[in-house]
């Protein structure tokens, strides 16, 4: 037997304020785009907004249903809007962020496990990094250099 040892970094800013201005113009819009999520269930509202190499931003929320598996979390509902509109683009930057209605967000919140498979497809797909900046309500914002620090056993095709 032998162990393998993961290392994964992130630079943390300490409020949108402090991200770089492109960034904190699309966490901006993921804030706005975060209330439009329908979340009579979870009462929990995620939004995400996508800067594109074309310079095209594509926003999306996560949307419930009362069928659970039938909804779709505000990270894929923008992946998949992005492929549908802009097949050829790369997606360049990611900033997500998370609320909820019945108390403050403080940390911050990443993509969860389906999303994170959803995002190597693309991150795959493009053969380039894609930058994911993510957060709670309030408070610090992570950011990955890419999906692989947040899933660094990915499964792609090359599996199949």
Excluded at 103 to 113: F, L, R, S, V, Y
Excluded at 133 to 156: Q, V
């Amino acid at each position: 037997m032998k162990d393998i040892t993961i290392t994964t970094q992130f630079s943390v800013f300490d409020s949108v304020q402090e991200l770089p201005n492109d960034v904190q113009n699309l966490m901006e819009q993921a804030i706005t785009v975060r209330k439009n999520a329908y979340a009579p269930y979870s009462q929990f509202r995620v939004g995400a907004a996508l800067l594109l190499d074309n310079g095209k931003v594509v926003l999306g929320s996560n949307q419930e249903n009362a069928a659970y598996p039938s909804g779709l979390c505000a990270e894929r509902v923008a992946i998949f809007q992005a492929g549908s509109i802009y097949p050829e683009a790369k997606i360049v930057l990611m900033a997500i962020t998370a609320a909820s209605d019945t108390n403050t967000t403080k940390a911050p919140i990443p993509p969860c496990g389906s999303c994170r498979q959803s995002i190597a497809e693309y991150e795959i797909k493009q053969d380039t990094p894609i930058e994911i900046y993510f957060m709670g309500e309030i408070g610090a914002i992570y950011k990955s250099e890419s999906l692989k620090n947040l899933l660094p056993f990915m499964f792609d095709k090359k599996f199949l």
